[in-house]
């Protein structure tokens, strides 16, 4: 073979290795990209305690994430099915299409008490169970976006761990990072309820998992403190 058709094949095979590692890099690497931060807006109100204008805990979140207590107050759970009632329309008028329930005891009897007020309101009520040792998988992680995505009242009893790190996980999608997310959703956070917000506590370790999964890596002092 002549020093010329050498000289052509290794031409060809740098230009074949460069355009290989161009389309890698382009293509892996925006897979691999994490979302650019896309800053949230949390809107929190006044008369939150429950049985007034607002439900226990209020927030409302970009718009499409409202957040916060029981519809029946967590504190002296009196609130009438009438007032439930009203909490959905209000709820159905500000754009939420949904209600989603993570405190789901295995029996009690405010849940079929809401499931009727739903029904009757023309609202769907998402069931899903949470706690410290229960989390939704990553199919049902999914789902729960894309129902906040289309508006949802996001609730457990209190709106502050469960819902919190519903929240937490929420802002990962919008680009904020673990850290970011935490400082968000707990007591006094921009994203946190008026009446309390994510403790930071051992039994919530899980829930810090949740959204946050990197945390032993990224900030082992955090990881440290829910580990107590």
Known sequence: ????????????????????FLFETKVFGDLNQK???????????????????????????DNCLAAGGSLFN???KSNSDDKVCEYIRFLKKNGINSLMLLHVPLKDSLTPRLEQCC???GIELIKMRMNAEQLPNE?????????IASGS???????????????????????YSGREA???????????????????KSGNKNLLLYFWPEVKLE???VYEEFSK
């Open 153 to 175: 009242y996001v609730h457990c009893m209190w709106g502050c761990d469960r819902t919190g790190a519903i929240i937490g996980k929420y802002l990962r999608t919008k680009g």
């Open 119 to 121: 029904q009757k309101e």
């Open 1 to 20: 073979m002549s020093k010329q058709r050498q000289f052509i094949n290794i031409m060809v095979c740098l230009c074949l290795f460069f355009f290989s």
């Open 139 to 147: 199919e049902q992680t999914k789902y729960l976006m894309d129902a």
């Open 35 to 61: 979302p650019q931060k896309i800053e949230s807006i949390c809107e929190k109100q006044e008369d939150v305690g429950g049985s007034g204008v607002y439900p226990y805990n209020y927030r409302l979140i």
């Open 219 to 221: 900030a082992p002092e």
């Open 74 to 76: 967590p504190v002296s």
């Open 182 to 200: 935490l400082d968000a959703i707990v007591n006094k956070g921009s994203h946190a309820g008026k009446l309390g917000g994510f403790k930071r």
